[in-house]
Structure formats: C-alpha cells, structure tokens
C-alpha cells in the first residue's frame, strides 16, 4: 500500500524550532519529487518547499527562505522539513507529498491539487506564545 506519514509538529513559541518528518511506504523517495506544503486556517494551501531526488535541486518558497532546511535520508526513506525561527503566520497543517520526476521542485511547489501525486494526511504545527 502507498502511503505517506507525517510526524513532527506540536506546539512552538515564536523563535522556536520543529523538525518534520516524512515517511513512505510502498515506494522509494529516490524516484520523485517531494514537497511539503502547508494549509493555514481559512487559507489555500501553499507550497513551502520541494526537492527533487533526481538532481538534487531544491526549492524555497519566500515566506520561509533562510529559516526553513528540506533534506532527504534515501536510506531511511524520509524527506525532512527543519523549521527554524518560526513564526505565528507559520501555523497550520503541514503536508507532505511526492510525485514523478516530470514536475521541477517549482513546477512542484506551484501545483497544490492533491490529485495529482501521493500525499500524506498532515500534521499540525501551532506557532504561539
């Protein structure tokens, strides 16, 4: 079965830091791109950031550029978000996804329907004090 699993967030005062994890099962990271993206309350969803296994490209959306890291474990088989700095307008569900090397980490990022690619069902990151 195909599935991608979200793990990591919480709660966070502003300035603090989370690590996301991504986990898949039934397919290799190795052969997709893979984003995450997030959905703030009341908001469309966005991508954040994207990372192609096949060239190694990576891509950061201006809102979290300098504070937030993507990295993959190929052996693990688990893309990571690390989010430094954040901030409240950081808050909402964060989602993980992977789709065929035919998209670019912009192309990626930029496409955010979710019926298009494997995603997971999100994990919630609260920024407040």
């Known amino acids: 079965q195909l599935q991608l699993v979200e793990s990591g967030g919480g709660v966070v005062q502003p300035g603090g830091s989370l690590r996301l994890s991504c986990g898949a099962s039934?397919?290799?990271?190795?052969?997709?791109?893979t984003g995450w993206f997030r959905q703030a309350p009341g908001k469309e969803r966005e991508g954040v950031s994207c990372?192609?296994?096949?060239?190694?490209?990576?891509y950061y959306s201006d809102s979290v550029k300098g504070r937030f890291t993507i990295s993959r474990d190929s052996a693990k088989n688990t893309v990571y978000l690390q989010m430094n700095n954040l901030k409240p307008e950081d808050t909402g569900v964060y989602y993980c996804?992977?789709?065929?090397?035919?998209?670019?980490?912009?192309?990626?990022?930029?496409?955010?329907?979710?019926?298009?690619?494997?995603w997971g069902k999100g994990t919630l990151v609260t920024v407040s004090s």
């Open positions: 990372i192609s296994a096949m060239d190694g490209s990576i």
């Open positions: 996804a992977a789709r065929p090397f035919s998209f670019t980490v912009h192309t990626m990022c930029g496409t955010t329907s979710t019926d298009k690619g494997f």
């Open positions: 039934g397919f290799k990271f190795d052969y997709y791109v």
